[in-house]
């Protein structure tokens, strides 16, 4: 095809007629993707939908996805080996240059294949840690949780919510970190996490008794979640082989310099945690003072040494009056 008498590279009748198929194509796979995620709005007010929603915007995504590239190189290549070719060396090019996307991509299948999370699960991923709100084929969008107190001050970034409880921050995670760091999850397959109380009791407290109303504020709060477990257990036997771990709540007594650290180890869901540990510690405290047991402390009290005498000065001499 001559344009100005000019003769332009691959212009010609069939190409152009390729390029309105691929037109064709684009607006098909954009109708038929937008039909069905409409689609499956209808659900949205059915109870415990969310992760059906998800799988099937995922299946979506994958089918048309795999059929557009299936259909544009019908179109384009053909039984065309010389085109096949050419599209082979630029398909590599192309694949050097934007490898971070293709190993995104890579990331995203296995996410799908492996299981590694799925949509509502709470994760740590590429350093961020919080609750999957959506993903697709280059990354994955979480809603950030804060840190506990032990590891809120090494945080990167910083955090100011002292607990696993929303900051408000939505971060978007590459799919590729799954290559490069294991991803941490509290929902799959066993949604709950062993949690720990330390209280220090002094050496001449009554210790016993501190243990017992430990023990009392874990059972009020803790049997009613000891039997939601029994099928995640039983679970965690059939999948892994894994024997069902003790879910009892426990005490365990360390000796230290200054006091007795006694750690009550009990077991919580994956949510509701801060709730849960803060009624814990004020069943806790109400105990400990109606039996008048102290919790132990840093402090010193210094005692042996004499008292110390001030000696007072005397007073200073008189100037002689030079006549």
Known sequence: MRFFDVTLVGASSLNAHKALLTLALIAFVVVVRYALHYAVRIVQRIPGAERFRFWFHQAVNLITTAFFIVALISI????????????????????????????????????????SFSIGDRIIMGGVRGEVIALDFFQTTVLEMGQPPSVEEEADPAMWVMARQYTGRI?????????????????????????????????????????????????????????????????????????PPNVQPRVYYRLTDNWIALTLRFIVPDRGIREIKDAMYRDILRGFREAGIEVASGTYDIVGLPPVRVEPMPPAPEAKRVE
């Open 171 to 243: 971060v978007t995670v590459s799919n590729g970190e799954i290559f490069k760091e294991p991803i941490y999850n509290y929902s799959r397959d066993f949604p709950f996490l062993w949690e720990e109380i330390m209280m220090p009791v002094p050496y001449d407290g009554d210790d016993a008794k501190a243990e017992q109303i430990l023990l009392d504020a874990a059972k009020k709060h803790v049997t009613p979640i000891e039997k939601m477990t029994a099928q995640a257990r039983h679970h965690l036997h059939r999948i892994y082989d894994l024997d």
């Open 76 to 115: 384009w290549v053909g039984p065309n080996a010389h085109l096949a070719t050419v599209g082979g060396l630029i398909g590599a090019g192309i694949a050097f240059a934007l490898q971070n996307f293709i190993i995104a991509i890579a990331g995203y299948l296995v996410i799908l294949r492996g299981k």
